[in-house]
Nanobody
Framework: QLQLVESGGGLVQPGGSLRLSCAVSGLTLDQYAIGWFRQAPGKEREGVSCVSYAGGSKNYLDSVKGRFTISRDNAKNTVYLQINGLKPEDTAVYYC????????????????????WGHGTQVTVSS
């Protein structure tokens, strides 16, 4: 059974940092690109970043470039999202998902291209 489990969310002040983790089981992680998404209340889910199967290719949503860094450790079956300089508009539930291929599609990841999803971790940015 394929499972993706996110962790690392929490309440942080503006300007703070978090590292989100996505632990994957039930598949061979190095056969999948992995994406991170977020969904704020009342808004559609949006893709923020994707990393290819070996970590050599990474895409980011324009608005998070320079603050978000995606990485992966296939030996640990884990993908990470480092978030620096958090802003109130980053408040959302963050999800990881497995892409139906080894390389990310161009640009920010699109939810409809991803087959397997975790349940999300809440990130709240507030003073």
């Amino acid at each position: 059974q394929l499972q993706l489990v996110e962790s690392g969310g929490g309440l942080v002040q503006p300007g703070g940092s978090l590292r989100l983790s996505c632990a994957v089981s039930g598949l061979t992680l190095d056969q999948y690109a992995i994406g991170w998404f977020r969904q704020a209340p009342g808004k559609e889910r949006e893709g923020v970043s994707c990393v290819s199967y070996a970590g050599g290719s990474k895409n980011y949503l324009d608005s998070v470039k320079g603050r978000f860094t995606i990485s992966r450790d296939n030996a640990k079956n884990t993908v990470y999202l480092q978030i620096n300089g958090l802003k109130p508009e980053d408040t959302a539930v963050y999800y990881c998902a497995a892409y139906r291929g080894v390389y990310c599609s161009g640009g920010a990841p699109q939810p409809y291209e991803y087959d397997y999803w975790g349940h999300g971790t809440q990130v709240t940015v507030s003073s």
